[in-house]
């Protein structure tokens, strides 16, 4: 039974191996077998012919109309540049007259594509080119650009009728089922033209700001967005051309164009839409402007379920009817996605920009709707003075309600910037004076440690206005990452938020559900009431876990306990380190300065004499754990925490880089801050201690290596104390092997490693004892190799009797992989161990503390 075009379906898998084949494409014959082969897997009941020397064609009968489809391929073509394009669709054109010689039959649709970008068209503005009198139809097609470069190329270039949409392949969210799609609408003579969906809105966007517009860089991304919506959806109304078609003029906003790339792209999408469809356009325009200002301002689309949630959540405090009991104000409006999808009695929304009120016109039409700059407009406004309160910007109604009736029931419902002060690294001026703030000056006036985060800036603000005014009815709905509540250099602004406000509860989910953002990080959405919180409150706030379910709606699927380290009863791990480390010695010794494992300039630097290494502890929670904790073998230049190591602190201190190293950063756990073990002199801390030291050993992050005097030429040494077995048993290996530089130097420098002198003193579960003996057979069968890996690679100063774990793995990994790989699955097991006994040691906190 004959199919319909839009039954045709590309998957995932093909547009994937079109891209790996295009990727690897280094001439024209990979291009064109890569889109064969996506065509090919596309129309299965209709395969494509490579007869009467074109690049292929496929001819097919739909329930809509016949499909002839004739493909023409290149390497590098630039077909962004329309002159090109047409250099291509000449050629196209001499075959369409070849076959229609041959076949009786026409191409209805062509196909052309690059390395880079494609586009599909429908032939009929061509068929007029077909009977020029003046053209010589047996030139080759694959010379007719250069035969009638001043003539019929020229002539397509003017075409107005003559229209493409580029594809660009390899984009983030190019699939090759667009392609079929434009098949599919194009090849009918109704005049049907592409939709933009939420599918396909970034790709036509980013054609929109890089092919239409020749003047973008001037406008912010706000602006940019609204130009793309209006000239979408509404360019009957709002926009005018010029007389030569140059200039556009978009709601009062001149805009340059290039013409014939604009003729293309409202040519190709669909003009009207139904007002549900319209929304979606307003939905996703913060999506749009995130991807131009590459999150730098931290600036996220709050998804539709998950405002729902929280108003549900508000509901449930402020009562069933709080969005007409309550005066709300949404001092970070952007086009509304708080907002637009409930109906509040008094509402008050402001924004940065004009265009996000243009833009977002037709929501909450009854609100009162403002541009404010929240963190530097009216900033003394709060403050009452001689001429009692003044405001430039603020609207009199909300000045009155602020000022008149402080009692007045009050809700800030908001999702500010997450971005931080001074990270604007877009090169965009719409986000050119957001850096740098008054509110910002205040914060850092009274030291309080976080003013560059955003957040806390408009939070800050909100505190200012409930203390100064008086509003002690207000309440706050927040979305902001939870490291609000967790954060160490948010101790300070906590107190100042704790003595104002109380924290009610607080709801966590993955940032992922804001679009294109990562998953690897939380947002809490947490509600506050005026008031002071408990002074035995602060440390510990339970929070629920919410997710986005398959029938779209948002539920509570766990609790998780957010805590902090400013209870002046415990420690955090970072201040366990400092009380757990040896002053230096006032005697040193010369060492190599090394910036990595292996990399070293050869400067030579002093360091205390009772140092054997040095553990880098920076930002005491579990993210910085997979870039900020590890042990070097001498001191670092970088600015981060950094403690010496010694021999009578070692194995607490291992117990601090052991426990930030075995517990894997998930968005649920990655601001949960490290403590101090519960009890140091208990049996479960002892037993955490042992496996520390045996872990510290064998850890990637342990970046300790054994060299001599002539390493680099330096003249110094260093010792190993990370190492396993003794000299007796190296000069034993080196004497069986023939190695007099490991056997001299067991001799000459040996002495008793302080990790094997604590495991001869320590009680050994069987998995210690079976790690290190899987190690030390590694030791012994790689040993015969290490002259070759010595005389190949010299800077892993393989030949010295105490080498480290990873300059012995740089032997092991070529000789005896699969030992290596025995033992790497014994380590990932103890790996987990040690987790458990982090937990149950103290040192983090989760909903295991509330079970």
């Given at each position: 039974?004959?199919?319909?075009?839009?039954?045709?379906?590309?998957?995932?898998?093909?547009?994937?191996?079109?891209?790996?084949?295009?990727?690897?494409?280094t001439?024209?014959?990979?291009?064109?077998?890569?889109?064969?082969?996506?065509?090919?897997?596309?129309?299965?009941?209709?395969?494509?012919?490579d007869?009467?020397?074109?690049?292929?064609?496929?001819?097919?009968?739909?329930?809509?109309?016949?499909?002839?489809?004739l493909?023409?391929?290149?390497?590098?073509?630039?077909?962004?540049?329309?002159?090109?394009?047409?250099?291509?669709?000449?050629?196209?054109?001499?075959?369409?007259?070849?076959?229609?010689?041959?076949?009786?039959?026409?191409?209805?649709?062509?196909?052309?594509?690059?390395?880079?970008?494609?586009?599909?068209?429908?032939?009929?503005?061509?068929?007029?080119?077909?009977d020029?009198?003046?053209?010589?139809?047996?030139?080759?097609?694959?010379?007719?650009?250069?035969?009638?470069?001043?003539?019929?190329?020229?002539?397509?270039?003017?075409?107005?009728?003559?229209?493409?949409?580029?594809?660009?392949?390899?984009?983030?969210?190019?699939?090759?089922?667009?392609?079929?799609?434009?098949?599919?609408?194009?090849?009918?003579?109704n005049?049907?033209?592409?939709?933009?969906?939420?599918?396909?809105?970034?790709?036509?966007f980013?054609?929109?700001?890089?092919?239409?517009?020749?003047n973008?860089?001037?406008?912010?991304?706000?602006?940019?967005v609204?130009?793309?919506?209006?000239?979408?959806?509404?360019?009957?109304?709002n926009?005018?051309?010029?007389?030569?078609?140059?200039?556009?003029?978009?709601?009062?906003?001149?805009?340059?164009?290039?013409?014939?790339?604009?003729?293309?792209?409202?040519?190709?999408?669909?003009?009207?839409?139904?007002?549900?469809?319209?929304?979606?356009?307003?939905?996703?325009?913060?999506?749009?402007?995130?991807?131009?200002?590459?999150?730098?301002?931290?600036?996220?689309?709050?998804?539709?379920?998950?405002?729902?949630?929280?108003?549900?959540?508000?509901?449930?405090?402020?009562?069933?009817?709080?969005?007409?009991e309550?005066?709300?104000?949404?001092?970070?409006?952007?086009?509304?996605?708080?907002?637009?999808?409930?109906?509040f009695?008094?509402?008050?929304?402001?924004?940065?920009?004009?265009?996000?009120?243009?833009?977002?016109?037709?929501?909450?039409?009854?609100?009162?709707?403002?541009v404010?700059?929240?963190?530097?407009?009216?900033?003394?406004?709060?403050?009452?003075?001689?001429?009692?309160?003044?405001?430039?910007?603020l609207?009199?109604?909300?000045?009155?309600?602020?000022?008149?009736?402080?009692?007045?029931?009050?809700?800030?419902?908001?999702?500010?910037?997450?971005?931080?002060?001074?990270?604007?690294?877009?090169?965009?001026?719409?986000?050119?004076?957001?850096?740098?703030?008054?509110?910002?000056?205040?914060m850092?006036?009274?030291?309080?440690?976080?003013?560059?985060?955003?957040?806390?800036?408009?939070?800050?603000?909100?505190?200012?206005?409930?203390?100064?005014?008086?509003?002690?009815?207000?309440?706050?709905?927040?979305?902001?990452?939870?490291?609000?509540?967790?954060?160490?250099?948010?101790?300070?602004?906590?107190?100042?938020?704790?003595?104002?406000?109380?924290?009610?509860?607080?709801?966590?989910?993955?940032?992922?559900?804001?679009?294109?953002?990562?998953?690897?990080?939380?947002?809490?959405?947490?509600?506050?009431?005026?008031?002071?919180?408990d002074?035995?409150?602060?440390?510990?706030?339970?929070?629920?876990?919410?997710?986005?379910?398959?029938?779209?709606?948002?539920?509570?699927?766990?609790?998780?306990?957010?805590?902090?380290?400013?209870?002046?009863?415990?420690?955090?791990?970072?201040?366990?380190?400092?009380?757990?480390?040896?002053?230096?010695?006032?005697?040193?010794?010369?060492v190599?300065?090394?910036?990595?494992?292996?990399?070293?300039?050869?400067?030579?630097?002093?360091?205390?004499?009772?140092?054997?290494?040095?553990?880098?502890?920076?930002?005491?929670?579990?993210?910085?754990?997979?870039?900020?904790?590890y042990?070097?073998?001498?001191?670092?230049?970088?600015?981060?925490?950094s403690?010496?190591?010694?021999?009578?602190?070692?194995?607490?201190?291992?117990?601090?880089?052991?426990?930030?190293?075995?517990?894997?950063?998930?968005?649920?756990n990655?601001?949960?801050?490290?403590?101090?073990?519960?009890?140091?002199?208990?049996?479960?801390y002892?037993k955490?201690?042992?496996?520390?030291?045996?872990?510290?050993?064998?850890?990637p992050?342990?970046?300790?290596?054994?060299?001599?005097?002539?390493?680099?030429?330096?003249?110094?040494?260093?010792?190993?104390?990370?190492?396993?077995?003794?000299?007796?048993?190296?000069?034993?290996?080196?004497?069986?092997?023939?190695?007099?530089?490991?056997?001299?130097?067991?001799?000459?420098?040996?002495?008793?490693?302080?990790?094997?002198?604590?495991?001869?003193?320590?009680?050994?579960?069987?998995?210690?004892?079976?790690?290190?003996?899987?190690?030390?057979?590694?030791?012994?069968?790689?040993?015969?190799?290490?002259?070759?890996?010595?005389?190949d690679?010299?800077e892993?100063?393989?030949?010295?009797?105490?080498?480290?774990?990873?300059?012995?793995?740089?032997?092991?990994?070529?000789?005896?992989?699969?030992?290596?790989?025995?033992?790497?699955?014994l380590?990932n097991?103890?790996?987990?161990?040690?987790?458990d006994?982090?937990?149950?040691?103290?040192?983090?906190?989760?909903?295991r503390?509330?079970?």
């Amino acid at each position: 039974m004959t199919k319909s075009i839009k039954e045709v379906k590309a998957s995932s898998k093909i547009t994937r191996e079109l891209l790996d084949g295009l990727s690897k494409a280094t001439r024209e014959k990979g291009v064109e077998n890569s889109y064969w082969q996506a065509i090919r897997s596309t129309f299965k009941h209709g395969q494509p012919s490579d007869s009467d020397d074109t690049d292929g064609y496929i001819d097919i009968k739909y329930v809509e109309s016949d499909l002839f489809l004739l493909m023409e391929f290149k390497f590098e073509k630039h077909l962004e540049k329309r002159l090109h394009a047409m250099e291509v669709i000449i050629q196209t054109v001499f075959y369409m007259h070849s076959l229609r010689d041959k076949l009786a039959k026409v191409p209805n649709m062509i196909f052309i594509g690059d390395k880079h970008s494609a586009f599909v068209m429908n032939t009929k503005p061509l068929l007029k080119y077909l009977d020029h009198d003046d053209v010589d139809w047996t030139v080759s097609p694959s010379h007719a650009a250069a035969k009638y470069r001043a003539g019929m190329v020229v002539d397509l270039y003017n075409d107005s009728d003559i229209n493409y949409y580029l594809h660009y392949v390899g984009g983030k969210d190019f699939k090759f089922q667009d392609l079929i799609d434009d098949i599919a609408t194009l090849m009918s003579d109704n005049e049907e033209k592409i939709k933009l969906t939420p599918s396909n809105i970034n790709a036509a966007f980013d054609q929109f700001i890089n092919q239409v517009l020749t003047n973008h860089k001037k406008f912010t991304a706000e602006e940019l967005v609204s130009l793309f919506i209006t000239i979408a959806t509404d360019r009957k109304n709002n926009v005018y051309e010029n007389e030569d078609g140059s200039k556009l003029k978009v709601n009062n906003t001149s805009v340059s164009i290039n013409k014939s790339n604009y003729r293309s792209f409202i040519g190709h999408f669909q003009e009207r839409y139904k007002p549900s469809e319209k929304r979606m356009f307003t939905e996703t325009s913060d999506r749009l402007i995130q991807d131009l200002q590459r999150r730098s301002s931290g600036e996220f689309y709050t998804p539709s379920a998950f405002v729902n949630y929280a108003t549900s959540r508000l509901s449930k405090y402020l009562g069933d009817n709080w969005n007409n009991e309550f005066v709300v104000w949404d001092p970070a409006w952007g086009t509304g996605n708080l907002t637009r999808d409930s109906h509040f009695e008094k509402l008050f929304v402001s924004t940065l920009h004009k265009s996000d009120l243009d833009q977002g016109k037709q929501y909450n039409t009854n609100a009162s709707k403002f541009v404010f700059d929240f963190l530097n407009d009216d900033i003394d406004f709060e403050n009452n003075n001689l001429f009692g309160y003044k405001s430039d910007k603020l609207p009199q109604e909300l000045i009155d309600i602020f000022v008149n009736h402080p009692d007045s029931k009050i809700c800030i419902f908001m999702n500010p910037p997450y971005g931080t002060a001074g990270n604007n690294k877009s090169g965009r001026k719409s986000k050119a004076g957001i850096s740098k703030t008054k509110i910002q000056i205040e914060m850092r006036d009274q030291h309080l440690k976080v003013q560059e985060q955003l957040y806390a800036q408009f939070l800050y603000r909100v505190i200012k206005m409930k203390r100064l005014l008086n509003l002690n009815n207000i309440y706050i709905g927040l979305f902001s990452p939870s490291l609000l509540l967790t954060g160490t250099k948010y101790n300070k602004f906590r107190d100042l938020l704790f003595d104002n406000f109380e924290y009610v509860e607080g709801n966590l989910f993955e940032a992922s559900n804001f679009a294109d953002v990562s998953n690897n990080w939380a947002i809490n959405f947490s509600i506050w009431k005026a008031g002071k919180q408990d002074a035995d409150k602060r440390f510990v706030f339970d929070s629920n876990i919410i997710k986005l379910n398959t029938a779209g709606d948002v539920s509570i699927v766990g609790h998780k306990l957010l805590y902090n380290t400013d209870n002046e009863n415990g420690d955090s791990l970072q201040e366990f380190l400092s009380k757990n480390t040896d002053d230096p010695s006032e005697f040193t010794k010369k060492v190599l300065q090394f910036s990595s494992r292996y990399s070293t300039k050869g400067k030579v630097v002093e360091e205390p004499q009772n140092a054997i290494g040095y553990i880098i502890n920076d930002t005491n929670n579990v993210e910085a754990s997979a870039m900020g904790s590890y042990l070097m073998h001498s001191p670092i230049t970088r600015h981060l925490k950094s403690a010496i190591i010694t021999a009578n602190t070692f194995a607490d201190q291992m117990v601090v880089f052991a426990s930030r190293k075995n517990v894997e950063s998930t968005w649920i756990n990655q601001k949960d801050e490290f403590l101090a073990p519960k009890d140091v002199n208990s049996e479960v801390y002892n037993k955490l201690r042992v496996k520390s030291v045996i872990y510290s050993i064998f850890s990637p992050a342990n970046n300790i290596m054994s060299y001599r005097s002539d390493y680099h030429g330096a003249g110094v040494i260093n010792l190993n104390n990370w190492f396993f077995m003794n000299a007796d048993d190296m000069k034993s290996l080196a004497d069986e092997y023939n190695n007099d530089r490991v056997y001299n130097d067991a001799v000459e420098n040996a002495n008793s490693p302080i990790a094997l002198r604590f495991i001869d003193n320590s009680n050994l579960d069987e998995k210690d004892t079976q790690l290190i003996k899987t190690a030390r057979e590694i030791v012994r069968d790689s040993f015969k190799f290490r002259n070759i890996i010595n005389d190949d690679s010299p800077e892993y100063a393989v030949n010295t009797w105490d080498a480290s774990w990873n300059q012995i793995l740089k032997v092991a990994n070529q000789y005896i992989p699969e030992k290596v790989k025995e033992f790497n699955k014994l380590f990932n097991k103890y790996q987990s161990d040690i987790s458990d006994l982090i937990y149950e040691n103290g040192i983090l906190l989760t909903d295991r503390e509330n079970e």
